[in-house]
């Protein structure tokens, strides 16, 4: 009886090893799609830390298991990629989604069922006004406009033509542009859109080339970045062209050809990292998950994996610290102060969980068919 019991003791905890005695993480990315460029690498970042993760024995001797869902980028897909990961799945957080919209649109969710969620999306209406179980890693997108008009302002650049994408993270960006603009004593003389599926932004620029503008600013995270100056120089605009920080991979310079040339717009210095002081804080975190990254995928990072990266961290941190406990996870991120990650050093507070400010951008331009420093 005893040798029996012994048995099926020893059994039961094999059987809690394999099934249950893993700490599992959500994620929802837009692998495929029109935004893959965004949710292809921040897929393979996670895959990358979890098999790092495991390969060292786990968070406390128990393994980490990511489940990702690629969300194609739609917002029906995303909803029910969230609820699957939630009730059916179990997370203990979710990391992700990888678009502003699909991110609105799953707040709801996480928030009653209470499940942390650490977005990679960049919209400041994610996390303002504050949702008590949603975060973000990305620098916000009115710190990224505040960027640009600060430096129109140093060149002296007072009248600009906006084009911006129908999308969350394109009419949120439009938003800001509008706001800010006064502020920086800035006339927006043309206001154009355009939609994901757009293939060609002639109507729209000619419009704003009638108005004699001194600059453009494009706002998308979708192709249109490519098809944009591709298209201005097709129409012979050479004037300044902005972009979001939604730029942050060099797939779309290479898409945009020779038009991408003297793009300027705000990043995080992953994208530099290597030009960096070796005495800054961030350097050390850039340039390892550079060499990592780019080893074991034969590609640059962008800063889109690099939101995907902070995100698995934060979480991770958590688990490690308070253990599988969806309330403390939430509470322990939210009490985070001086985490070094690609996209700037977080300091998260209840009334604050985005955790970054205006400093954790550079501007950045391309030149000769790479990322640089800007420069005055």
Wanted: glycine share 10%.
């Amino acid at each position: 009886m005893v040798k029996r019991l012994l048995f099926l003791g020893i059994f039961f905890l094999v059987g809690c090893l394999i099934f249950g005695a893993e700490y599992r993480i959500g994620a929802v990315f837009a692998v495929t799609g029109p935004a893959s460029w965004l949710g292809d690498p921040e897929k393979k970042t996670v895959e990358m830390l979890e098999e790092e993760i495991n390969s060292q024995g786990g968070i406390n001797g128990i393994p980490i298991r990511v489940i990702v869902e690629d969300t194609k980028g739609d917002e029906t897909q995303t909803v029910n990629a969230v609820r699957k990961l939630i009730t059916r799945d179990r997370v203990l957080a979710i990391i992700g989604p990888s678009r502003s919209g699909t991110t609105l649109a799953v707040i709801p969710i996480v928030e009653k069922y209470k499940v942390p969620l650490v977005s990679c999306a960049a919209a400041e209406a994610i996390v303002k006004p504050v949702k008590k179980w949603v975060f973000k890693t990305p620098q916000t997108d009115r710190f990224a406009v505040e960027k640009i008009y600060q430096y129109m302002k140093k060149k002296g650049i007072k009248r600009i033509g906006i084009i911006t994408g129908t999308t969350g993270f394109g009419a949120q960006g439009r938003k800001h542009l509008l706001a800010l603009a006064p502020k920086y004593g800035i006339e927006i003389v043309a206001d154009e859109t355009y939609a994901p599926q757009d293939t060609d932004m002639t109507p729209q620029l000619l419009r704003i080339k009638a108005k004699n503008p001194q600059a453009i600013v494009n706002w998308s995270i979708v192709p249109g970045q490519a098809i944009v100056p591709r298209n201005m120089k097709e129409l012979g605009m050479n004037i300044p062209l902005f972009q979001s920080h939604g730029f942050g991979n060099i797939k779309y310079v290479k898409a945009a050809g020779e038009a991408a040339e003297g793009i300027i717009f705000p990043a995080g210095r992953l994208l530099v990292a290597d030009l960096l002081p070796d005495t800054h804080p961030q350097k050390k975190v850039l340039m390892e998950y550079k060499r990592k990254y780019e080893s074991r995928y034969q590609e640059p990072v962008s800063t889109f994996g690099g939101h995907a990266y902070d995100a698995f961290w934060l979480i991770v941190n958590a688990l490690k610290a308070v253990g599988p406990d969806r309330a403390k996870i939430r509470d322990y991120i939210e009490n985070t102060k001086n985490f070094v990650g690609t996209g700037g050093i977080f300091n998260f507070s209840p009334e604050d969980h985005n955790g970054l400010d205006i400093e954790a951008f550079e501007m950045l331009t391309v030149k000769n068919g790479k990322f640089t420093l800007l420069g005055d």
